[in-house]
């Protein structure tokens, strides 16, 4: 499988504490996308960064990306309670061969106020 | 405001009966799909399409169908549903296969 695979599966910090958040996957890859899922909605896109690229910030986001490794790190920097919420990684392959979009299983991110 | 649209929100089907879950959007994206996302196994991907006319199957296609006859719509039909059927619906759009993807808030059906 493509399947990128986050790790921690489940994550609980105190509110003002950094956030960070791994994705490892097993192929080359055109870019790679972070999402976030509020309890009982659909995903919504934080994030892409390309292969060619190293770091993306995004106010308190920042995402690397190391292709030797085929791996990459989410941080949310200050959290705040709104952050609770399940956070995906989705790996966009290179080739045009048909479904190129893989999506994680996620973390769960619990941030007490 | 612009976006996904599915429907219904939520249904109880009993076994046997089929159903089709809509799904519309309204940004002109060439590239829908449909997933289930069911507890401790994130979201699967069931079908999608790259563009209106063509469609493929993607992780767990079984038991599904769907169809693009516009850029619009991409409706995902349940022949004769099954218990293990029961999940989250959700549809997504993206402008081509790279780029993000909008999603809908979900059908939550449960198969009896």
């Known amino acids: 499988s493509q399947q990128g695979e986050e790790d921690p599966q489940a994550l609980s910090i105190q509110e003002g504490e950094n956030a960070t958040m791994n994705c490892s996957y097993k192929?080359?890859?055109?870019?790679l996308q972070w999402y976030r899922q509020n309890s009982g909605r659909g995903l919504v896109h934080l994030i892409l960064?390309?292969?060619?690229?190293r770091e993306k910030h995004s106010g308190r986001l920042r995402v690397t990306l190391d292709t030797s490794k085929k791996s990459s790190s989410l941080l949310i920097t200050a959290s705040r309670a709104a952050d609770t919420a399940s956070y995906f990684c989705?790996?966009?392959?290179?080739?045009?061969?048909?479904?190129?979009?893989?999506f994680g299983t996620g973390t769960s991110l619990t941030v007490i106020p | 405001t612009a976006g996904i649209t599915q429907a219904p929100t939520s249904q109880i089907l009993a076994a046997g009966r089929s159903m089709t879950l809509r799904c519309t959007q309204d940004m002109r994206h060439n590239a829908m799909y449909w997933y289930r996302q069911d507890l401790g196994l994130g979201l699967r991907l069931i079908h999608y399409s790259n563009t209106a006319g063509t469609t493929g199957k993607g992780e767990v296609p079984d038991g599904y169908s769907v169809s693009r006859a516009n850029t619009d719509d991409f409706p995902l039909t349940l022949a004769s549903a099954v218990p293990s059927q029961t999940s989250v619906y959700f549809c997504?759009?993206?402008?081509?296969?790279?780029?993000?993807?909008?999603f809908g808030d979900g059908t939550r059906l449960s198969i009896l």
């Open positions: 192929t080359s890859i055109n870019n």
């Open positions: 960064i390309r292969s060619n690229e």
């Open positions: 989705a790996t966009v392959l290179p080739a045009n061969t048909g479904n190129q979009f893989y």
């Open positions: 997504a759009s993206s402008r081509d296969a790279y780029q993000p993807q909008h």
